[in-house]
């Protein structure tokens, strides 16, 4: 379990920091979200295709992977649009939902086992969410597709841990980065945004943070049960904290550390018990 929590730790940090980029394509130099989403998806499956037996692209017949990257695509595409428009904070922070949902659907889906106690740490963790970002939920379209993303990757994180044992971590996500770039292709076709030295690379960087994180992500799913895993990936936070200083000279407050304390806390606590 320590491994899987620090495998976790890091693809909480890559994941927020390809969503950083796709909020700068899309903010500062005009890209359309459905490009973000289509180029993470195929330049990542470019960069893992040599890495990958090419009896992984069997798991392609079997309906049920088609179903898990579709849920990945749409958590994508839906957080990109929200952050198109809504401040990183209030994004996450709807956004968030997809951990508890996680939780909730391994329980009744998959009959993982799950406590009051860590039922309510899980709780415990959203609080400290709220207590760092301390939303505005105004019920603004933006903030409508952070939630839908939300969703959708509550979906993932369970459809990652039900079909684990279908193939390798690197074969599952060869095939929701194929599936996804397939589907998306047309559109993102379309909305190519001139390209840029700046372009380019806030692209690239955009697909390797979604990429490595999703990757690690399923080794960890592979180790563990997802309703131990889910509460990890608040960890997220921590990176956009780091990052939001780093991009933007924001420096957390006493409210934001005493979020983040409850958040790592209770995350830590629910994965290390035993029952």
Request: charged letters at 5%.
């Amino acid at each position: 379990m320590g491994r899987a929590i620090g495998i976790m730790f890091i693809a909480m940090s890559l994941i927020p920091a390809g969503d950083l980029a796709g909020k700068l394509l899309t903010g500062t130099y005009g890209a359309a979200p459905i490009y973000v989403a289509w180029s993470r998806f195929t330049l990542g499956l470019l960069l893992l295709v040599p890495f990958v037996p090419t009896s992984a692209w069997r798991l392609l017949a079997n309906w049920r992977i088609w179903f898990r990257a579709l849920l990945l695509a749409g958590g994508i595409l839906s957080i990109q649009s929200a952050l198109r428009t809504e401040p990183l904070a209030n994004v996450f922070a709807a956004f968030f939902v997809g951990p508890i949902l996680s939780y909730a659907l391994s329980a009744l889906l998959l009959r993982e086992p799950v406590t009051a106690l860590r039922t309510l740490l899980m709780l415990l963790g959203f609080c400290g969410v709220l207590l760092v970002v301390r939303p505005g939920f105004g019920g603004s379209p933006g903030l409508m597709l952070a939630l839908l993303a939300g969703c959708f990757y509550g979906g993932f994180l369970t459809a990652s841990r039900w079909l684990s044992p279908l193939g390798s971590p690197l074969a599952l996500s060869l095939t929701q980065l194929a599936i996804a770039g397939l589907v998306l292709m047309p559109f993102g076709l379309a909305a190519l945004p001139p390209f840029t030295p700046q372009v380019a690379g806030l692209t690239l960087a955009s697909a390797l943070g979604s990429m490595l994180g999703n990757l690690l992500l399923l080794v960890a799913y592979a180790h563990a049960p997802a309703t131990r895993l889910a509460p990890l990936v608040y960890f997220q936070l921590l990176a956009a904290t780091g990052l939001g200083w780093a991009v933007f000279g924001d420096l957390p407050d006493l409210w934001t550390w005493a979020g983040l304390s409850l958040v790592l806390g209770a995350g830590l606590a629910s994965a290390l018990l035993r029952r």
